[in-house]
Nanobody, 122 residues
Framework: QVQLVESGGGSVQAGGSLRLSCLAS????????MGWFRQAPGKEREFVAV????????YYADSVKGRFTISRHNAKNTVYLQMSSLKPEDTAVYYC???????????????WGQGTQATVSS
């Protein structure tokens, strides 16, 4: 059973940056593709980015492409999401997830963290 814990959220002004981290325990991170999702109040959870198990493939939602970067350090059992040029519409709870398919749907992932809040003010 893999446990995931996100950190790094906070409050920033538009144009600022945040770096989210996701630490895995109870399993070997390199066995999994890793995704980041987000959920704003009153909205469904949506895909943000995904990285393959060895880091050689990444894919981003159009809304964050060019502004966010996903990366991983398997030896540290950690996945990162570097968020730059943040906009108020990026405000959401951000979740990391582990799965055996590097997909873009919630159902592709078996393990989820508890989320970390990122708030961007205008």
């Amino acid at each position: 059973q893999v446990q995931l814990v996100e950190s790094g959220g906070g409050s920033v002004q538009a144009g600022g940056s945040l770096r989210l981290s996701c630490l895995a325990s109870g399993g070997t991170l390199s066995n999994y593709d890793m995704g980041w999702f987000r959920q704003a109040p009153g909205k469904e959870r949506e895909f943000v980015a995904v990285i393959s198990w060895n880091g050689d493939r990444t894919y981003y939602a159009d809304s964050v492409k060019g502004r966010f970067t996903i990366s991983r350090h398997n030896a540290k059992n950690t996945v990162y999401l570097q968020m730059s040029s943040l906009k108020p519409e990026d405000t959401a709870v951000y979740y990391c997830a582990a799965g055996l398919v590097d997909g873009i749907k919630v159902g592709h992932y078996q393990y989820w963290g508890q989320g970390t809040q990122a708030t961007v003010s205008s």
